[in-house]
């Protein structure tokens, strides 16, 4: 849909840069729609770049870095239909269910609404950290609670064992706690289309 840059200093933000601009169109469509009078359509986040509504995906977040002397050049590209219905759904499809003859969101607002509220949260991102967001975050995305599987080697092979999510860790990885207590830190195995599928761990220290 469309693309745009940004610059930060601090190299230990970059993971997080893409949880911030999720966070901006999830609550750039909700303020968008309550703006025009219209239904609040429930987009929210599915760790760690996409847009989700009513269990199928809408959009999707791309975050990429170059880094020049003292500062971090990042280009964000942002997917997100809006009017292509088929094969899954798409925001305005999902208004037209919601209530019948409703005006449709227009690319334009979109974008206008988007930016609005990335440069509120990149400010409070920048001078805060992400700290400062997680429970908006968490109030927007799919996974709080969410029991997974997850994969260990054990002398040669493979076990599968479940883990609750329970948000996020400092390095922006998902923060789960097992059946033993203990807590973990967890990464896509780098194979999976799907992030979910084929998560490992990663105890974390106490």
């Given at each position: 849909m469309f693309s745009f840059t940004s610059q930060m200093n601090d190299a230990r933000?970059?993971?997080?840069?893409?949880?911030?601009?999720?966070?901006?169109?999830?609550?750039a469509i909700k303020d968008l729609c309550c703006a025009k009078g219209l239904?609040?359509?429930?987009v929210r986040i599915k760790w760690p770049n996409d847009?989700?509504?009513?269990?199928?995906?809408?959009?999707?977040?791309?975050c990429t870095s170059s880094y020049e002397p003292k500062v971090y050049n990042i280009c964000t590209g942002i997917g997100l239909n809006v009017d292509n219905e088929k094969p899954t759904t798409c925001l305005n499809a999902a208004l037209q269910e919601l209530k019948a003859n409703s005006p449709r969101l227009k690319r334009?607002?979109?974008?206008?609404?988007?930016f609005n509220?990335?440069?509120?949260?990149?400010?409070?991102?920048?001078?805060?950290?992400?700290?400062?967001?997680?429970?908006?975050?968490?109030?927007?995305?799919?996974?709080?609670g969410q029991r997974v599987v997850v994969q260990d080697a054990h002398e040669g092979q493979?076990?599968?064992?479940?883990?609750?999510?329970?948000?996020?860790t400092p390095s922006g990885y998902l923060y789960a706690?097992?059946?033993?207590?203990?807590?973990?830190?967890?990464?896509?195995?780098?194979n999976s289309f799907d992030f979910f599928t084929g998560l490992v761990r990663r105890k974390i220290d106490a």
């Open positions: 933000k970059l993971p997080l840069m893409q949880y911030v601009v999720c966070l901006a169109m999830t609550e239904p609040e359509l429930d847009l989700y509504l009513k269990g199928l995906k809408v959009g999707g977040i791309l334009e607002d979109i974008l206008a609404s988007f509220k990335f440069e509120v949260l990149f400010d409070i991102f920048s001078n805060q950290g992400f700290q400062a967001l997680e429970e908006q975050y968490y109030n927007s995305w799919l996974h709080s493979s076990v599968n064992s479940v883990v609750t999510i329970k948000g996020l706690v097992g059946e033993d207590g203990k807590s973990y830190e967890l990464h896509p195995d780098g």
